[in-house]
Nanobody
Framework: QVQLVESGGGLVQAGGSLRLSCAAS????????LGWFRQAPGKEREFVAY???????YYANSVKGRFTISRDNAKSTVYLQMNSLKPEDTAIYYC?????????????????WGQGTQVTVSS
């Protein structure tokens, strides 16, 4: 079993920055692929970014160049640095862990999910 706990959300003005953290406990952290997804009110959950166990990363086009995903295996934590935030980035952000080979830009690749953290960007 894996537990994921997100933190770092909040209210920020457009153009500002936030760093989300997701602390994992349970199984061996280094073997996971870790992803961030978000869900805005009335919309489906959408992919944001993932990082493989090899540290390869991949981003949604909507956040490429503004967001950076990283991991600290010693702390069993994955981060999402979000810069140049826009009002359309407003959503609940979820981290997720995948323990098997899959298409990591899809939500169904992930076996474990955190409870989410709210990010609100004001214009």
């Amino acid at each position: 079993q894996v537990q994921l706990v997100e933190s770092g959300g909040g209210l920020v003005q457009a153009g500002g920055s936030l760093r989300l953290s997701c602390a994992a406990s349970g199984r061996t952290f280094t073997s996971y692929a870790l992803g961030w997804f978000r869900q805005a009110p009335g919309k489906e959950r959408e992919f944001v970014a993932y990082i493989r166990w090899s540290d390869n990363t991949y981003y949604a086009n909507s956040v490429k160049g503004r967001f950076t995903i990283s991991r600290d295996n010693a702390k069993s934590t994955v981060y999402l640095q979000m810069n140049s935030l826009k009002p359309e980035d407003t959503a609940i952000y979820y981290c997720a862990a995948a323990t098997r080979s899959a298409v990591y830009s899809r939500a169904n690749a992930y076996d474990y999910w955190g409870q989410g953290t709210q990010v609100t960007v004001s214009s």
